[in-house]
Structure formats: C-alpha cells, structure tokens
C-alpha cells in the first residue's frame, strides 16, 4: 500500500512525466499513444489493434476502439442518422441515382475487412434501363468508412443512368473516387489513412481503377468531373 501523504506526490511525478491510467484498460499507467493520441500500457499497445483505424482497442473478435464503437452504424435506428448527410453531400456534387432506394445493413457485420468489395453491394435490375433496388452496406463500421462506401454505392446507381458500357475498374474507380472525395471532406486523421489505403490498393479493380481515375480527374474541379461522365457515361476518353 501506499501511505496516503505521498500520494499527491506521485500524482505529481506521474503527471509531470506524461503518464496517467491507460486509456483502454483504464488499469495500468500509459506510455504508448497512438496516432489519434490516446495513450496506452504497454500490455494494450502490443495487442491487435482496432480493425477498422488501427488505433489501441480492447480485447475483442474482432477488437474495436472506443471511438469506432461510438460511431459505429449498427442498426436500421442508426441508418436515420447515417444516410442523410452522405446522400446530401453526393447530391452536392451533381449526383443522382436513377431512383429513390433503401439502404440496408448487412449481416455478418461485413467479415470485418476494409477490403470494399466486402462492404458495401448495390443491386440494380433491368435491361435497357437500370433500376436500383437497394443498397446494402456492413453493419458495424464506423461512419466515417460508412460514408465512404455508401457514396461509393451511390456512384453505382448514378452510373447506371449512363448503361453498362464501362471496363470493371473504371466502373470501380469512379465508385472509389466519388468515396474519396467523402474521406477528404470529412478530414481527420481516420479519413487520412483511409484515403491513404485507397491509394495503396494493391487490387486491380478497386486500387488500379481509382488510381487511373484519381490521374484523369487531377487538375479538373469536383463538378467538372462529374460533367465529363454525365457526358459520355465514362471517364476515360473512348476515342483512346
């Protein structure tokens, strides 16, 4: 035990050298901190980091921090919440499906992977004319990854006004950068790496296709983007 006449002394130590309860276990005195800066033990920085932003998380299958928890977008309840302000902003943008559609969650809660084709699905039916019927997304991500794959799921049913005449990974790259502009919207050190991931994508449809049009549209405004598809119901140029 320790007398009680040096505690204020310890306190003072402790706080003086940066240390204090970790912020995960809430037991053990941190000295770990992470790139969002919460502070960690050691036991707790060693461990597996959150799934889904790689910051210090509880024990957990899989582990989540506390503030992808917080945001987390777990229930239909949730969607009320989650939905409007990302439909707003892909709206800004010049962006309309072919038609008003439910967006669901997922069961499963999306394998807990940032791979985005595992995230989010549109469903579109028809022929000549394409109709979405709904989009669905994982459940339990944080919103700021929900944002993004929902705008990325948008894309999808503003493509379909356009046919089916695009290549795979520029049908997916367009999607990936409607969901990039989301990430450099919403800012943060979250977004930042999720935007950081998508360029790094190794994967030729999601990675590849982003990455080509990430190129074309460089030195073009959001809105003049937009345009250009809207024109020609693709990015690239078909006469190349």
Request: with cysteine; net charge neutral.
């Amino acid at each position: 035990m320790i007398p009680n006449e040096l505690t204020p002394w310890i306190e003072k130590v402790v706080a003086a050298v940066g240390l204090g309860k970790c912020e995960v276990c809430n037991r053990r005195m941190s000295s770990f901190e992470d790139q969002f800066g919460t502070r960690a033990c050691r036991t707790c920085a060693e461990a597996d980091r959150c799934w889904a932003c790689g910051g210090f998380a509880p024990a957990g299958r899989p582990p989540r921090c506390t503030r992808c928890i917080k945001s987390s977008v777990e229930t239909a309840h949730d969607t009320e919440w989650a939905v409007p302000p990302v439909r707003q902003f892909v709206h800004s943008l010049g962006i309309t499906m072919t038609n008003h559609c439910r967006v669901l969650l997922g069961t499963g809660q999306g394998a807990w992977s940032l791979d985005p084709s595992r995230l989010g699905h549109t469903l579109l039916v028809g022929a000549s004319a394409l109709q979405v019927v709904e989009i669905r997304i994982a459940a339990g991500l944080p919103y700021t990854l929900f944002g993004r794959v929902l705008a990325h799921e948008m894309a999808h049913g503003w493509l379909a006004r356009f046919g089916s005449d695009r290549e795979p990974a520029e049908e997916e790259g367009i999607c990936e950068l409607v969901g990039s502009w989301w990430l450099e919207d919403r800012g943060g050190p979250f977004a930042e790496s999720l935007r950081q991931m998508m360029d790094d994508n190794p994967d030729p449809l999601y990675g590849g296709g982003f990455r080509r049009c990430a190129q074309i549209a460089s030195g073009l405004s959001r809105r003049d983007v937009v345009k250009v598809i809207q024109s020609r119901g693709r990015l690239t140029d078909p006469k190349r």
